[in-house]
């Protein structure tokens, strides 16, 4: 039963029939890992790592916040539409819309930065449905709904180095979060009665510390890395039937370390080519039970992911005023990632994702923030060895800005 608490659905997706709310992929033990790219950052192929700019207010690395000016706000909305495909065929569409992060900076005297905020850590929204005993005299609908995530409230601090040559930063965060997943039987026979059960798990008393650099070691390249540790997370879950049985379990979860690194690169006065690689040790995760046991759950077949991104970027004509036209103030962005998920087939094949990204940012008052925007198209999975085939096109939008300035 335990393993059922845990981990049941994970990749339930590869026998399913339909899809309504959320990728089939987000069951996979506490929800699909969302990394902490702002839309800026995304927009250029998911990169930030060893991107140093007044504007960037990216989660991944937390010096990337030193270079800010003025008190700073950022945060943004993402609308994500599928077209999921299995092996049984159908191709059903869906969307969410999310707000993954909210970053607010603060700058002190002697160069320091202070930041606070909250970032989405997992995506645990799925519906998946099957046929089960098809033909035979009990022949019922299987469906699974989940809902929730996990996610952390954060504190940071930075400090930015003499002539802008260098930023450090430290992060400390809270981890916690809510899943709940919904078992329903649907039986066309009359004799049977539908059955209903649901699932709930508090996820707490987790807490995170990350650390993160940038240097300038020439005037047009900028290098960072950050790492990442989270201590044990103790999950609670409380199963719950139709007809009044209740069973709790407790257990912890051990959350992987990361690290990334990054480079960009500043091929003229306005453009910047730049490059992130970010690795999750998801293989030296698991769950264990109050004893300290290992506990056998889909996460016992977890696997390191990797991230890769490229981009570009067109920022504006460095002697931009108030009156230039708009095209010199516009930011344009275009990139390439590719990921692969944490969790594996159960042939042990790994499940990887790409996409193509690009976006756009519109001047606030041409010096104070930016409204961004996001496209990115791309698919995840592969129906040959997954079963399982997403393609995917996801909107964005943000906003980063500072005080503005008085019309009169």
Known sequence: MIGRIL??????????????????????????PVEGYDIAARGA??????VADEYGMSLVNPASFVWTRRPQLSLGVTNENLWIK??????????????PFVHFVLPAPARLR???????????????????????????????????SLGEFFLGAGYRGPANRFGVGVRYGI???TLREEFENVYENSSYRDSRSVLRTRMEDGESVEFGAQGRPLEALTLGATFRTTTDLNLRSLLRTESGYEEAFDAELEYPASFGFGVSFDATDRWTLSADLLERQWDESGFTDESGDPIVSAFGRMETT???????????DPEITAKSPLQNQIVWRLGFTTADLSAPTSTGEIISEWAVTGGIGLPIQYDRGYLDGLLEVG???????AELRETFVRLGFGVTFQRLRRAF
């Open 306 to 316: 990797r991230r890769f991104g490229v981009g570009v970027t067109r920022r504006p």
């Open 86 to 99: 299995t092996s049984e065929g159908g191709a059903d569409r869906v969307g969410e819309i999310r707000l």
């Open 45 to 50: 192929g998911w990169t930030s790592i060893g």
């Open 175 to 177: 981890v916690q979060g």
């Open 114 to 148: 202070f930041s606070l905020g909250y970032r989405d850590i997992t995506d645990g929204r799925f519906e998946t449905s099957r046929l089960v005993a098809e033909g035979a005299e009990g022949e019922h609908e299987r469906i699974v709904n989940g809902s929730g």
């Open 7 to 32: 981990a049941a659905v994970t990749l339930a997706a590869l026998s399913v029939s339909g899809a309504h709310a959320g990728s089939l992929l987000n069951a996979e033990g506490v929800g699909r």
């Open 379 to 385: 698919r995840r999975g592969d129906l040959e060895d």
